[in-house]
């Protein structure tokens, strides 16, 4: 019952012309193998302030709500590298420290194999632009951990306009966060798009005992791809820039790591920054 009201919101939009709250926004078609629904997925975290537990909270029950996730929330911190914030196999895992002031409030990183399926995930919340100054409020804090955590399951943006009118939605760029907080209806109908089939083997941790592996691309022979379990800080760990953001920064990056997988990672540029400092 819980989630029924989100496909009864959706009835109202079948009447809307097109519109960047209509717009598909899966990313790329990354999302997590899994050889039935909904998937499972645990998020951990390494998380030292309580202001980013609570954004955490909020975020992870507000995803559970899709009918196609089934997410179970870290209770407490791994006593991992927040740093480092080094990937877990079949799972996510958010983290926060200071990274530095290089240009971004936060990062989503995903690691994919040669089918597009997310084998693990990371988000890294920036303290250096989030302990105090224009950032350091409860609507911006929501807003990239909500969308931070949204890219883990291929989610994509539903508007790069930062200028125009707010959608109601984390997964919309803007210059004021105070009604981008929490997903709305169209997310949960992505999400239900983007898993709408299933696979023959699972990615998450709760299914990777079901033919993972076995399906490595390039037969089982063929070589192992590199071990970067880390998503880094900046461009030069990222990859090759792929797509630029609606300012004309590259926003999202690919390392190839060999043996068809790859490592992808999306950039929350903060506002007249970019990866060469201020935004040209």
């Not at 997410?71 to 991992?80: Q, S």
């Not at 929490?182 to 898993?195: K, T, V």
């Amino acid at each position: 019952m819980k989630k029924l009201f989100m496909r009864v919101a959706l009835l109202p939009c079948a009447a809307v012309a097109v519109s960047p709250a209509l717009a598909n926004h899966s990313w790329g078609n990354y999302h997590w193998a899994r050889s039935n629904n909904p998937l499972q997925l645990k998020i951990e975290r390494q998380l030292s302030q309580a202001k980013w537990v609570t954004a955490f909270g909020t975020a992870v029950s507000d995803w559970d709500q899709s009918t196609v996730l089934s997410l179970t929330k870290g209770t407490a911190n791994l006593g991992v590298s927040s740093k480092k914030c080094t990937a877990i196999a079949g799972k996510a895992l958010v983290c926060n420290d200071h990274y530095g002031q290089r240009g971004w409030l936060g990062i989503a990183s995903i690691w994919a194999d040669g089918q597009s399926h997310i084998t693990k995930a990371t988000t890294k919340l920036n303290d250096s632009y989030f302990d105090s100054g224009s950032y350091n409020t409860p609507a911006w804090i929501a807003l990239v951990t909500c969308q931070e955590i949204g890219h883990d399951f291929g989610l994509d943006h539903q508007d790069e306009n930062f200028n125009n009118a707010n959608l109601g939605t984390c997964m919309d760029y803007t210059n004021s966060p105070g009604t981008n907080q929490h997903p709305n209806a169209h997310d949960y109908e992505e999400l239900g798009d983007i898993y709408a089939h299933l696979d023959s083997y699972g990615t998450a941790s709760s299914q990777l005992a079901t033919n993972f592996g076995i399906r490595t691309p390039g037969g089982r022979g063929s070589a192992a791809p590199i071990a970067d379990n880390e998503s880094g800080d900046s461009p030069a760990e990222w990859g090759r820039a792929v797509h630029t953001d609606g300012l004309g920064r590259p926003d999202v990056f690919v390392k190839d790591l060999g043996a068809d997988h790859k490592k992808i990672t999306h950039v929350f540029w903060a506002i007249g920054e970019g990866p060469r400092g201020k935004a040209e």
